[in-house]
Nanobody, 126 residues
Framework: QVQLVESGGGLVQPGGSLRLSCAASGLSLESYAIGWFRQAPGKEREGVVCINSWRDISDYADSLKGRFTVSRDNAKNTVYLQINSLKVEDTAVYYC???????????????????WGKGTLVTVSS
């Protein structure tokens, strides 16, 4: 059974940083395309970043480039999302997802994502 479990969310002040983790079981993340998505209160879920299994393609949402960085630790079967210079508008539930095929429509349409975690809440507030 495939499971993706996000962690690392919490309450942080504006300007702070967080590193979210996505730990997988039942599949090897090394062989999968990975996506991070988020859903703010009252809004639709949006893509943050998608990367392919070879890690040579990282597709970030245009509006979020520069503050978000995705990385993998294959030995731990875990993917990370580093978020810097957090803003109040970054408050959201953050989800990771995995898919066997990388799609250029991953960020904009969640294309190719087969498995989803339940999310971790990030609250940015002073």
């Amino acid at each position: 059974q495939v499971q993706l479990v996000e962690s690392g969310g919490g309450l942080v002040q504006p300007g702070g940083s967080l590193r979210l983790s996505c730990a997988a079981s039942g599949l090897s993340l090394e062989s999968y395309a990975i996506g991070w998505f988020r859903q703010a209160p009252g809004k639709e879920r949006e893509g943050v970043v998608c990367i392919n299994s070879w890690r040579d393609i990282s597709d970030y949402a245009d509006s979020l480039k520069g503050r978000f960085t995705v990385s993998r630790d294959n030995a731990k079967n875990t993917v990370y999302l580093q978020i810097n210079s957090l803003k109040v508008e970054d408050t959201a539930v953050y989800y990771c997802a995995a898919g066997s095929v990388f799609s250029k429509l991953c960020v904009t349409r969640e294309a190719g994502m087969d498995y989803w975690g339940k999310g971790t809440l990030v609250t940015v507030s002073s």
